[in-house]
């Protein structure tokens, strides 16, 4: 497999990267969907989609994908203390874009104890619920090879993604603000390279390509599972938020809740589309008919007035009642 | 000394008779309502800014949008202290009252100019009562969805599901309150003479006579003030 600077993302992570200079191949004109930018001009071109393939099955839980994912980046997740567990750093961080996972299961049918060791991170998503939430624009943009990134500069730290992301990725850094996730390495499939974790995995366990192809891979793996007795083996590339460009092999697609809480039925929750829907859309006509109504009644309706003859009543009854020797009785 | 008290607060007075000059709001209240005002429309611009991206431009006049995120919700704890010092000297003469439901069955007569059929009202009309007790309402709401979501302070208060109904519930009570604003800055200006009262403090003795009567009434009930005082 060789890695052809000519095609438009790179079909495999595996291979070296290519030797001649290579101008990068993903930019802001690739840009098919960015957060409060509801009139962005659709791009010249359309990239072929790209997905990363993430086979449960395959998993050794080495933690080579994290190592690789905080160089590629340059991250330092803080160190932390042993609590017995496998999972080190405890959860995704704005220094940790990736995490294994390990869950232990008995599975009741066979009565065997499986390790299910799944590779947490950004899902990528086709109908990204953290863009649609962010109200800073341009901080979330989605390119037409499915990328959804975080474009920095323009993040303001608000943590509105974190709400609208169904999968509980984006994670808000203390020291600048900022919001931070897996970019799929949107840096290094622009210059023909795949993501660093797909290159670290010794077993091949992730892997990356067009999502095209990495589907027919993902049907031969689950027909080699079905074959080694896993009948519910499957595909985990949830449709509710339109399928995602990195999605699972599990052996028991079924069961996804047994993969440390993998979401049954992913997508925007409602909460999200109605705030960001009606609410946006009928609050902001109130207020401007308010706005407006208001103004006009100011400007051509008749204000009310207090007359002369208002303040000579008012000074009759002050005087009346203050010639009153005593308080008048409670009315 | 004790006063009878029904429809005023001890502090309103009668300053002079000629011309009637009634004081309404003494300089603290005044002080502590632009600072709740002022808070209320940073908040209102900043959070506009964040509700729609045809607005985001205002994070402009904060400096930016970091700058806005960090600062919304620190006014907005302003707000919540400023709100609440006013709430304590006001509340009791906001009460609701026999006479305001005649005053609101007869809004009509109000918005034509006749309001011989209005019946005469205490320090507030029920539209103001409405102002105050929504608007203290909504800022409860607002500061407790608001700190569900502070990302930069209680990222773990709550729940993520939690979370997105505070967000939902936090925008709808944001674009009532604006609407409340809205009501409240019209009305004062609508109805000419109110301003003075959070500027200078105080009203004139027409203005008293016409919209707030049994106020008015009830603190010429009381002993004059010696004028050597």
Known sequence: MTTDPNLDSPRTAVSNPPVQPMPANLGAGDVVRASAMPDLPAPERQLTKVAKLIDVSKCIGCKACQSACAEWNDTTPPIEHNVGVYENPSDLGPEMFTLMRFAEYENPETGNFEWLIRKDGCMHCEDPGCLKACPAPGAIVQYSNGIVDFIHENCIGCGYCISGCPFDIPRVSKVDHKSYKCTLCSDRVAVGQGPACAKACPTQAIVFGTKEDMITHANARVEDLKSRGYENAGIYDPAGVGGTHVFYVLQHADQPNLYSNLPEDPKISGVVQGWKGPTKTVGLAAIGLAAVGTLLHGLLGRANRVSAEDEVLAEELVETEQAQPQPREDV | ?229
Do not use: C
Request: zero cysteines.
């Open chain 2, 1 to 229: 000394m004790t006063r009878r008290t029904q429809f005023s607060e001890s502090g309103d007075h009668i300053e002079t008779i000629d011309p009637v000059v009634v004081s309404r709001y003494r300089g603290f209240t005044r002080a502590n309502h632009w600072v709740t005002a002022i808070s209320l429309i940073l908040l209102l611009l900043s959070g506009l800014a964040f509700f729609s991206p045809s607005l985001y431009f205002l994070t402009g006049l904060f400096g930016g949008g970091q700058t806005a995120r960090w600062l919304h919700p620190i006014i907005g704890v302003v707000l919540f202290f400023s709100f609440l010092l006013l709430f304590v000297q006001l509340w009791r003469l906001n009460l609701p009252r026999p006479e305001d439901a005649t005053w609101v069955g007869n809004i009509g007569e109000l918005i034509r100019g006749e309001e011989e059929k209005l019946p005469e009202l205490g320090k507030y009309n029920a539209g103001q009562k409405l102002i105050f007790w929504g608007m203290a309402g909504l800022i409860v709401v607002l500061i407790g969805s608001g700190i569900m979501i502070w990302e930069q302070y209680f990222p773990d208060l709550v729940s993520i599901p939690v979370r997105r109904v505070a967000l939902l519930i936090h925008s709808i009570a944001a674009v009532l309150i604006i609407l409340l604003f809205i009501l409240h800055v019209y009305a004062a200006i609508w109805t000419r003479g109110t301003i003075r009262a959070m500027t200078r403090g105080s009203v004139t003795g027409g203005w008293a006579y016409k919209h707030h009567r049994k106020w008015l009434r009830e603190l010429a009930e009381r002993k004059p003030t010696d004028p050597a005082e």
